[in-house]
């Protein structure tokens, strides 16, 4: 529920979106859609889902539905879902870290060694989802409209090369709070927890000696500089999620055949995101060997001794999954095939 200190900018944002709304559409557009989108244009989830989304719909449905992304937020990036519950927007975004709470199975991507690639995690997560997930109704008042998934967290290192599990007993590692802070407790790092915006000043003032975070950060964060080394974990450790959701009953109201459009466009943007993450992902590889950084594969021994620490991640996600009454090994299991299945397509 939205604070009440917050009603009066909540309630301005409804009135700013809806003057843009009305002044910015063409007069034949049957049926309009807000869709917030709190990050930056130039950032992955606006330019692989919310832009592509907004463009898209317009063509499938040739014209009978149009999408506004208003120029500036309409709330805070931890309040989308208070803000489409309120009719604020009708359609947002969301790190489902910000909704663990609410959401415990879509962290299933956050469980070590399960990530191929962005794509192909993005896709056992939709069908895990419908196959397992959709009936724990932990979406309630939404329609989902999109999940996806981000490259595997690995290790970046300013310090020394990270090739066991012992090179992390002490570590300064930056992360961020949830998952991959349990993570760097288990390996026995120092944490320093922050958001991911603040990598750039801890890692070039030495406040870290590293990271546990996705290969791609480098290019938005412009770091790679002052890395020595970074060590990839084949099916890394554990993968951000991004959930879109419309509010339920905008959904409700809307013509099997727009429903139809609706899903359609969602699907192309959901698969367009996993793309665009991988071909960040390889940009990063790039970017870190231009600063010559040396890239490590964990060799089989080191990934087996992290198989073994971080077991307790698997456990924790598995006593949630029971408790939302889905049989959580099937789904992971589930889970697991199907991003190899999709690997091993995708590479054809």
Request: hydrophobic share 40%.
């Amino acid at each position: 529920m939205i604070k009440s200190s917050n009603i009066i900018s909540y309630s301005l944002a409804i009135l700013t979106a809806a003057t843009f709304w009305s002044g910015s559409n063409s007069a034949n557009a049957e049926t309009k859609l807000i869709f917030n989108n709190f990050a930056p244009a130039r950032s992955s989830p606006a330019k692989g889902f919310v832009f592509p989304f907004q463009k898209k719909l317009a063509e499938i449905s040739g014209g009978e539905m149009s999408v506004m992304v208003p120029p500036a937020s309409l709330a805070p990036a931890r309040k989308q879902w208070e803000m489409v519950s309120k009719g604020v927007a009708d359609i947002a975004f969301s790190n489902t870290s910000f909704l663990r709470n609410r959401l415990k199975l879509p962290q299933i991507s956050r469980i070590p060694f399960t990530t191929i690639s962005a794509s192909s995690a993005t896709m056992a997560l939709m069908e895990t989802h419908k196959k397992y997930f959709a009936s724990a109704d932990e979406y309630k008042g939404m329609k989902l409209i999109g999940l996806w998934a981000y490259p595997a967290y690995q290790f970046h290192s300013a310090k020394n090369e990270i090739l066991k599990a012992g090179d992390l007993k002490g570590m300064k590692l930056h992360v961020v709070p949830g998952p991959t802070k349990k993570i760097a407790e288990l390996l026995g790092a120092t944490i320093v927890t922050g958001p991911t915006v603040k990598i750039f000043e801890l890692i070039s003032g030495k406040t870290v000696d590293g990271a546990l975070i996705p290969n791609l950060a480098v290019m938005p964060f412009k770091y790679a500089r002052y890395l020595k080394s970074t060590t990839n974990i084949p099916g890394g450790l554990g993968s951000n999620s991004m959930a879109a959701f419309m509010n339920k009953k905008v959904w409700d109201g809307l013509s099997g055949k727009h429903k139809n459009f609706v899903n359609k466009t969602a699907e192309l943007s959901q698969a367009n995101m996993g793309r665009v993450m991988d071909k960040l992902d390889v940009r990063a590889g790039k970017e870190l060997a231009k600063y010559k950084v040396k890239i490590n594969v964990a060799s089989e021994a080191f990934s087996n001794q992290l198989k073994k620490i971080l077991q307790p991640l698997k456990g924790k996600w598995l006593k949630d999954a029971k408790s939302r009454g889905i049989d959580g090994n099937a789904a992971f299991n589930y889970y697991v095939k199907t991003g190899k299945l999709a690997a091993a397509k995708m590479k054809k």
